[in-house]
């Protein structure tokens, strides 16, 4: 099972970044995010598809349906700038998409 | 304060092994799974194995299946993966994660890696 992200994303300052995470019938599996700043450890930030962690802003949330699951960041702040990382539980093995880059321009 | 930290990570020869731990503190690590998760150097997330409560659930990806093991001492809070045969591709950093996510009827199901511990850096060069 292959997932698909774009490698980078751009944005300015309060606007709306979408992050996609493309895989065949995605919208039938569960699907994970995580944030990643450089040389630290990912850390989740949606879980279940559109679940998000204690401690995670509601400007985070996530979707999933048909071949595509979105993460989207409303206004976005520098802070934001970082690797987001998509993950599915698929066949008792864990996948992840290749990740995507946010950049705060 | 609940905390994973690994170690035994460092500069191999290829062919060589390394055993890498992952110790827990702040809570019970059989009642979780946790992962084994790498990363290359300005690559993305790889997931490595994961081994669920008390060790009957095991799984591997295909890349390290059948050179890699995972384990678990419950009675010292850690876990292990043992790596042999060991090459360049596996040059990586290396985590350990909590799975919030359950075992039942014979299957298991993650419900997010909510905690992570800082990594180790495995090199595997001659």
């Known amino acids: 099972y292959v997932l698909t992200q774009p490698p980078s994303v751009s944005v300015a300052p309060g606007q709306t970044a979408k992050i996609t995470c493309g895989g065949n019938?995605?919208?039938?599996?569960?699907v994970q995010w995580y944030q990643q700043k450089p040389g630290q450890a990912p850390v989740l930030v949606v879980y279940?598809?559109?679940d998000r962690p204690s401690g995670i802003p509601e400007r985070l949330s996530g979707s999933n349906s048909g071949n595509t699951a979105t993460l989207t960041i409303s206004r976005v702040e520098a802070g934001d700038e970082a690797d987001y990382h998509c993950l599915v539980w698929d066949n008792h093995s864990v996948i992840f998409g290749g990740g995507t880059k946010l950049t705060v321009l | 304060q609940v905390h994973l930290v690994e170690s035994g990570g460092g500069v191999v020869q290829p062919g060589r092994s390394l055993r890498l731990s992952c110790a827990a503190s702040g809570f019970t690590s059989s009642s979780y799974g946790i992962h084994w998760v790498r990363q290359a150097p300005g690559k993305g997330l790889e997931w490595v194995a994961v081994i669920w409560y008390d060790g009957n659930y095991k799984n591997y990806a295909d890349s390290v299946q059948g050179r890699f093991t995972i384990s678990r001492d419950n009675s010292e809070n850690t876990l292990y993966l043992q790596m042999n045969s060991l090459g360049a591709e596996d040059t990586a950093v290396y985590y350990c994660?909590?799975?919030?996510?359950?075992?039942?009827?014979?299957?298991?199901?993650?419900?997010?890696?909510?905690?992570w511990g800082p990594g180790t850096m495995v090199a595997v060069s001659s």
């Open positions: 279940d598809d559109s």
């Open positions: 994660a909590r799975d919030r996510g359950y075992c039942s009827g014979g299957r298991c199901f993650s419900h997010g890696l909510d905690l």
């Open positions: 019938n995605i919208g039938g599996k569960s």
